[in-house]
């Protein structure tokens, strides 16, 4: 008899943090802090209680997933070291995926929609890609990249389709959408931010050759990168 696929995902990409478990496709249970506290503080814990209140262990996984970025440079390596603690003190595979495609995963409801993640990048910039929901699958329409607003503007001007925003730099989006005259919806706070439950899903909708790859994407260099180099004169 075949053992139940069981997913442990954590997603701490940006303030809020959260872990689901998915057993073959289905959500047995998922966690969400939203508190103020560090992830350093929250995540292994929060990941743990969950599987112990479900009657698991970390070693009755099949897969540890993380959102391995874009997003917070200190949430990325937080959630990627904690998701190679557990794989290796497990003996169990790991996989990172896209923080905008997790986002998007958890919008698969949203048939026909172009959902639209958006997260704070700062100086002028929000993380982003774009993907079309078809048959609860998403697809992608574009890499994940680091945009301005008004660039995000030009393109989704020539989309035809709804557009649906989300992320924890949704809002910001959408006003600035709203001012150079695009038509979006905001997603209600229920459903805007980045969770676990998409990481599990976009986890396992990637190809088992990916798995291993915990490596941490952030799309452009920290604030203390960019002062090194500017002082190096690069």
Same mark, same amino acid.
């Given at each position: 008899?075949?053992?139940?696929?069981? *997913?442990?995902?954590?997603?701490?990409?940006?303030?809020?943090?959260?872990?689901?478990?998915?057993?073959?496709?289905?959500?047995?249970?998922?966690?969400?802090?939203?508190?103020?506290?560090?992830?350093? *503080?929250?995540?292994?814990?929060?990941?743990?209680?969950?599987?112990?209140?479900?009657?698991?262990?970390?070693?009755?996984?099949?897969?540890?997933?993380?959102?391995?970025?874009?997003?917070?440079?200190?949430?990325?390596?937080?959630?990627?070291?904690?998701?190679?603690?557990?794989?290796?003190?497990?003996?169990?595979?790991? *996989?990172?995926?896209?923080?905008?495609?997790?986002?998007?995963?958890?919008?698969?409801?949203?048939?026909?929609?172009?959902?639209?993640?958006?997260?704070?990048?700062?100086?002028?910039?929000?993380?982003?890609?774009?993907?079309?929901?078809?048959?609860?699958?998403?697809?992608?329409?574009?890499?994940?990249?680091?945009?301005?607003?008004?660039?995000?503007?030009?393109?989704?001007?020539?989309?035809?389709?709804?557009?649906?925003?989300?992320?924890?730099?949704?809002?910001?989006?959408?006003?600035?959408?709203?001012?150079?005259?695009?038509?979006?919806?905001?997603?209600?706070?229920?459903?805007?931010?980045?969770?676990?439950?998409?990481?599990?899903?976009?986890?396992?909708?990637?190809?088992?050759?990916?798995?291993?790859?915990?490596?941490?994407?952030?799309?452009?260099?920290?604030?203390?990168?960019?002062?090194?180099?500017?002082?190096?004169?690069?």
């Amino acid at each position: 008899m075949n053992q139940p696929f069981r *997913v442990l995902a954590i997603e701490s990409s940006a303030k809020a943090a959260s872990c689901a478990l998915v057993e073959d496709g289905k959500l047995i249970a998922s966690s969400f802090r939203n508190n103020g506290l560090t992830h350093s *503080v929250t995540l292994l814990p929060m990941a743990e209680g969950l599987l112990k209140d479900c009657g698991f262990t970390v070693k009755d996984m099949s897969l540890i997933a993380v959102a391995a970025g874009p997003g917070s440079f200190t949430g990325i390596r937080i959630g990627v070291a904690a998701a190679k603690g557990l794989m290796w003190g497990a003996e169990i595979p790991g *996989v990172g995926v896209s923080t905008l495609e997790a986002m998007a995963w958890s919008c698969r409801a949203m048939e026909g929609c172009v959902i639209c993640p958006a997260m704070d990048a700062r100086r002028g910039q929000i993380y982003n890609a774009l993907f079309e929901i078809t048959n609860r699958i998403p697809a992608r329409i574009t890499p994940d990249r680091a945009i301005s607003v008004e660039e995000l503007a030009e393109e989704l001007k020539n989309l035809k389709k709804s557009v649906f925003i989300v992320g924890d730099g949704a809002e910001l989006c959408y006003n600035t959408l709203d001012k150079l005259g695009v038509s979006a919806a905001l997603a209600p706070e229920d459903v805007r931010f980045q969770s676990a439950v998409g990481v599990a899903y976009a986890a396992l909708a990637a190809d088992p050759s990916e798995w291993g790859g915990l490596e941490p994407v952030y799309l452009r260099k920290s604030q203390a990168e960019r002062e090194r180099d500017e002082k190096l004169g690069h």
